[in-house]
């Protein structure tokens, strides 16, 4: 049980390249979301799903695009990097019920010269 | 939207010291209030929550105080040892624990 699986880990791009961040979750949690953390910042919500074929903007959205085909997987896509997406990003899935949790990935460290 | 906002974004303690960390929050339908350690290099780690309809909650040196009426929230730490030396954040939603917003964070050192 491996969890959420987030790749690469680590990752340099130059402006105007694109790419996909991978995501893997194997608890069958039907919530799943990318979060973005900068210095001084926190954590902030880019896009999440609440299920396969859902997708909604979360407080962050410019320049992401996601997609949620199946219930495992949710790949954050950035179509034409720019600097100001020099980031840590984190994946995180919510188990369901009365009694919900946030769990998350360890991240992928991502560099736009 | 909500806002969370969190004191001190450092705080150092000797070994064995408590250690308190604060959030205020601003939407008063916020009623889940997680908190997170976050150790160099990894993912953050739920390490306790806690929702409106309690005011406290204790899990072994660790402890969250939640006072609805003045949108407020706290984390303590008891007997602090090294390995709490971490990032911690806390958070705020109003019910899906899918959404959160996350407080600044607290760098916390112990120090022998």
């Known amino acids: 049980n491996a969890g959420v699986t987030q790749t690469p880990k680590f990752q340099v791009l130059k402006t105007g390249q694109s790419m996909t961040l991978q995501c893997a979750q194997d608890m069958n949690h039907e919530y799943m979301s990318w979060y973005r953390q900068d210095p001084g910042m926190g954590l902030r919500l880019i896009h999440y799903?609440?299920?396969?074929?859902?997708?909604d903007q979360g407080e962050v959205p410019n320049g992401y695009n996601v997609s949620r085909s199946t219930t495992e997987d949710f790949p954050l896509r950035l179509l034409s990097a720019a600097p100001s997406q020099t980031s840590v990003y984190f994946c995180?899935?919510?188990?369901?019920?009365?009694?919900?949790?946030?769990?998350f990935g360890s991240g992928t460290q991502l560099s736009v010269l | 939207g909500e806002n969370v906002e969190q004191h001190p974004s450092t705080l150092s303690v000797q070994e064995g010291d408590s250690a308190v960390i604060k959030c205020t929050y601003s939407?008063?339908?916020?009623?889940?209030f997680p908190w997170y350690k976050q150790e160099l290099g990894k993912g953050p780690q739920l390490i306790i929550d806690?929702?409106?309809?309690?005011g406290e909650k204790k899990d072994q040196r660790i402890a969250v105080t939640l006072n609805k009426t003045a949108k407020h929230f706290s984390l303590h730490i008891t007997e602090t040892q090294p390995e709490d030396s971490a990032v911690y954040f806390c958070a705020a939603d109003t019910g899906t624990a899918s959404k959160l917003t996350f407080g600044t964070g607290t760098r916390l050192q112990v120090t022998l």
């Open positions: 939407d008063s339908a916020s009623n889940y």
């Open positions: 799903s609440v299920g396969a074929g859902i997708t």
């Open positions: 806690i929702r409106s309809n309690v």
């Open positions: 995180a899935t919510t188990s369901a019920g009365a009694n919900e949790k946030l769990f």
